[in-house]
């Protein structure tokens, strides 16, 4: 899976990703981040990036020329367009699907805005996708745009120890996930239920499953409503 990031500040989303179960990845090989800095690309001698928005407004706006180069120098030697996914507050939502869809991808690059946002022609012209990690506005797209390398590479195969270990967690079923316990057996006066070390694992699955459904309709109750409709249609 390869990742090509445009962005103001490859260096903080290298080292962030390069930590961890991300950055064993890259290692191995399984999954691919290249970092491209956006300001290499203009043709202001002062490497400007940004400009005043048309029609007044405060803050500024990413101006088209610079972004528009760096993509045509990721995909000129491509025998085939990646997906491009600009990381936008106006996007839709990311979810599990969604990262399940878009690590079918491939190859895709991600777009992170600044300032008061992007010229809207460039997104015209080279975004397939806008994509958003919550309802609210950050100062720039490197942290989302972390958040969907990490969502998507992780589900890479090998990145993971087996395929187990996000096919039982919260959102992939549409459920929040079952509590889970390690040693000690007891912590401040709490022992781990007996049901999780009786050894018959029929029952222990059974637990659990009735522990996503309560768990998601405690903490959830919309996703829990949209569960049951689901069952309920035959999905």
């Not at 179960?21 to 290692?27: D, M, S, T, Y």
């Not at 400007?48 to 101006?63: C, E, Q």
């Not at 507050?89 to 991808?105: H, S, T, V």
Request: aromatic share 10%; glycine share 8%.
């Amino acid at each position: 899976m390869i990742f090509d990031v445009l962005t103001l500040f490859p260096e903080s989303i290298d080292k962030f990703l390069s930590e961890s179960i991300i950055g064993r990845a890259r290692e191995k090989g399984l999954i691919t981040v290249n970092c491209y800095n956006i300001r290499d690309f203009s043709l202001d001698k002062h490497k400007k990036v940004d400009d005043y928005p048309y029609g007044g407004g405060s803050g500024m706006v990413m101006m088209a020329q610079p972004i528009y180069d760096a993509w045509l120098h990721v995909t000129k030697k491509l025998s085939y367009r990646p997906k491009t996914i600009y990381m936008s507050p106006q996007g839709k939502l990311l979810d599990q699907n969604m990262a399940l869809r878009i690590k079918q991808e491939g190859h895709i690059i991600i777009l992170c805005g600044h300032y008061e946002g992007v010229d809207e022609r460039v997104i015209e012209e080279i975004v397939d996708e806008e994509i958003s990690i919550g309802d609210y506005v950050l100062t720039g797209g490197e942290l989302p745009a972390m958040v969907l390398i990490d969502c998507v590479g992780r589900l890479v195969e090998g990145v993971l120890p087996s395929q187990e270990a996000y096919t039982c967690e919260s959102h992939f079923n549409g459920l929040l996930e079952y509590p889970q316990y390690t040693r000690p057996y007891e912590f401040l006066n709490k022992k781990v239920p007996d049901i999780l070390l009786s050894g018959h694992h029929s029952n222990i699955e059974k637990w659990r499953f009735e522990k996503m459904i309560e768990n998601t309709k405690k903490n959830r109750p919309d996703l829990y409503l949209k569960y049951i409709e689901s069952k309920k249609s035959g999905d």
